[in-house]
Structure formats: C-alpha cells, structure tokens
C-alpha cells in the first residue's frame, strides 16, 4: 500500500484533520401515502406526529450548539405535506438552531400535489431559495403505476408557479419504469426541458428489497425493461438536457451554469454533515452515524431522552479514502489526484492502482494530466467502477 502519511493507526486521521461539517440535512418523514417503489423513512396518514416531531427535532438540533452551515436540505417524506403554520415553525427551528451563512443553499424537497401559493410564500419568507420538486414523470399512465398522486398537467402548472418565487428550480424523474417506453421517456424529457428548471436529476426505477414493488415483481405483477432500453433512455435524458444548456456534473444530475447542487456535492466531496430526524445519516468529525428508521422509535427516544443513534462507527482514514474516490469518481469532472492525497493522505494512483489499471483497461476511466475521470463508455458503468475503488484491496 502506498501511503503519504505513516500514521495509519486505528485512530488516524487525515493531514489535515477530520472534514468540518458545513452542511445539514434534515429529515421530513410525513407523505400523503407512500409510493410502491419508496424505502426511505416514511409515514402516512399519521400527521397527528406533526407535533411530536417538531419538539424532537428541536430538542436534536439544539444539541448541535449552533454549528455555521453553508447548505440546508430539507428531504423526506415530502416536508411540504406539513400545514402552513407546522411549516413555519420548522423553518424557524432550522433556522435558530444552525448557523446559516447569509449566501447559503437552503433546497426544500416538495411534491406538486402539496405546493401552493401559500406554501410557496412561506419558503420564500424563510429563506428557502432551492426547491428540489418530486414529479417522476408528466405522463399521466406512467404516474398511476408509479402511484403518485398529481397528473402531468399539475405539475407543469407547479413548476410554472414555483418559479416565479423560488427561481432555483430542481426536478426529479424516474425512467424505465414498467410498461415505459422510450416515446414516453421522450415525451417527459420534452416536457423537462421546456420548463423553467434550473437542475434535473433522472433516475432509473429500482425494486428495493421491502417495498411494494419489490413483492408485486416476485409476484409476477410488475416487470422491469431491459437494460439496452433502459441505456437508450439514459442517453435520451444526457442528450435532452444538454440541448437547453444542462449540463452533466454527476452520473445523476444536470444543471445550468451556477446551479449545481451545493449540498450533495458536500456529501460525493467527502465533507462533513450534520443530520436530524428519523433515518438521518451524518458524518461528523470521522465518526458516521445513523438515527432509527422508524418515525414512531425515534419519536419515543427522544421524547425519553434517549439517543436517536441506531449505528454508529469510527471510520478509517482508508474507509474514508475509499469512499472519497467512490463518490468523486461519479462526478464528471472526474477526482483531482492532488487534492485527493491533499485531503485523505493517501496515494491515489498506489493503494487503488489494481482497481485503476483494470478500469483504464476496459476504457471506463481515463487520466487526463492530474485528473482521473469516467470516459463517455464509463459512464454507463459509474457503479462498477465506484465499487472496484470500495474494494480495492489494499
């Protein structure tokens, strides 16, 4: 293994120390109902937790002793299911607890059956300035199997109406979705992009084991596309967004100039984050922790006061090297090697030279002067090559 620091002891940290978390995330987990293909930390129909949860929340974030953020993100569950007033008081909490810096990104995720003119003011009025909005799709059929619960006409009305109070505008779509095909796929992508949006994320339907669609298709009830489709509408969705000036900065994720998602790239940069509420996932000073899943179990620790922490573990400066270069070698500008071995200690090209010969080989990456980067094949195989480099041996 080759190594720039010797210090490679169980307690080890970086050269620099562990990263400093400017960014929170928050976790929303009420829905009006929960979708077949959804895992994430979610409840329906119990929207008399609301208050439950907000005295929790504040109890979690007040322990963090106010930490400066430069990035927000509000996700669920859907946090715009919450009442105007319940709404409120969580961007208040949000607010008063963190440290927000005056140019941060504060993204609230929000579905369009729950967005309006009210909702909408609200957010404005508490510094929300990116709205990450969950439409999946604009064709009415595809969103009845994906059992959402707006119409394509809905939603386009939302995106037209959001915009015009929060202009950071971001929507996610799902392709590949049973009975799709790639004229349907088309036909959203159109639509898209004919929107004022300023960020767009595509992603493929995947059948998680424990929901609903995972036990309708082992019931023969639903089917997934092949993948030579589902790699058409992949670059369907590559080739669509490019035209209108969204460019490609993730395996995922397009955006215009300046409107990258400043939040995730402090997650696939390593950095560290503060989290709260059921499910919350943070990385704090090299110590990863994980609260309970279910709303109701988190709900009653912390009204007993109890740590939300379900898992928790001290990573190695070689855990966090490893998923450093398994994040960064989605992003299409590809890993800096410098600033790589800057930040973790570790000598790039040496300890995953196995990992980095074979997918150089196969033609999924390519170094280019001090950058190593998925070439176009590559990004068809991003987690392939982000798994070898979990993996590498050492």
């Known amino acids: 293994m ?24 928050i976790h929303v987990p009420f829905c009006r109902h929960r979708c077949g293909y959804c895992n994430f930390s979610v409840v ?38 919450l009442p105007a007033d319940s709404l409120v008081k969580l961007l208040r909490l949000v607010t008063s607890a963190l440290d927000v810096s005056a140019d941060a990104e504060i993204s609230v995720e929000a579905n369009p059956e729950d967005i309006n003119a009210t909702t909408l003011a609200v957010l404005q009025d508490h510094g929300v300035n990116r709205i990450s909005l969950g439409v999946q799709s604009f064709d009415d059929s595809k969103l009845k199997i994906l059992e959402r619960g707006h119409t394509g006409d809905q939603a386009r009305r939302i995106i037209d109406q959001a915009a015009t109070v ?21 036909r959203d992508l159109e639509i898209a992009c004919s929107l004022p949006i300023r960020h767009l994320s595509t992603y493929a339907l995947t059948f ?43 395996v995922s994720s397009f955006a215009a100039d300046g409107f990258r998602c400043r939040h995730n790239m402090s997650y696939w940069h390593g950095d560290g984050w503060f989290a709260a509420g059921p499910g919350a996932a943070r990385f704090v000073n090299g110590l990863r922790e994980v609260n309970h899943r279910s709303p109701a179990t988190y709900l009653k620790r ?41 930040a973790t200690g570790m000598d790039l090209l040496g300890f995953f030279a196995d990992a980095i010969e074979l997918s150089i080989k196969e033609e999924l990456i390519e170094r280019q002067g001090s950058v190593i980067r998925l070439t176009e094949r590559g990004i068809l195989f991003a987690d392939t090559v982000a798994a070898r480099l979990l993996t590498a041996d050492a």
């Open 166 to 186: 929060v202009p950071n505008l971001s929507i996610d779509l799902i392709f590949s979705a049973p009975e799709e095909t790639l004229a349907i796929w088309n």
């Open 302 to 342: 912390m009204e007993n006061s109890l740590t939300p922490t379900a898992e928790s573990e001290s990573i190695t400066v070689e855990q966090f090297a490893r998923e450093r270069a398994a994040f960064g070698v989605r992003l299409l500008d590809g890993i800096e090697i410098s600033e790589f071995e800057s």
């Open 44 to 81: 329906a129909n119990r929207d008399e937790w609301i208050d439950r949860y907000l005295r929790a929340i504040e109890v979690e974030l007040t322990a963090l002793n106010r930490p400066r953020v430069a990035t927000v993100f509000l996700g669920g569950g859907t946090p715009t299911h």
């Open 2 to 25: 080759a190594l720039i620091s010797n210090d490679r002891d169980e307690g080890a940290t970086p050269p620099g120390g562990w990263p400093v978390p400017r960014s929170a995330y």
């Open 208 to 250: 998680e084991k424990g929901t609903q669609f995972w036990n309708r298709r082992h019931r023969g009830e639903l089917f997934g596309n092949d993948d030579s489709l589902e790699v058409a509408m992949y670059q369907a969705a590559r080739d669509s967004a490019r035209k209108v000036g969204l460019q490609q900065y993730e």
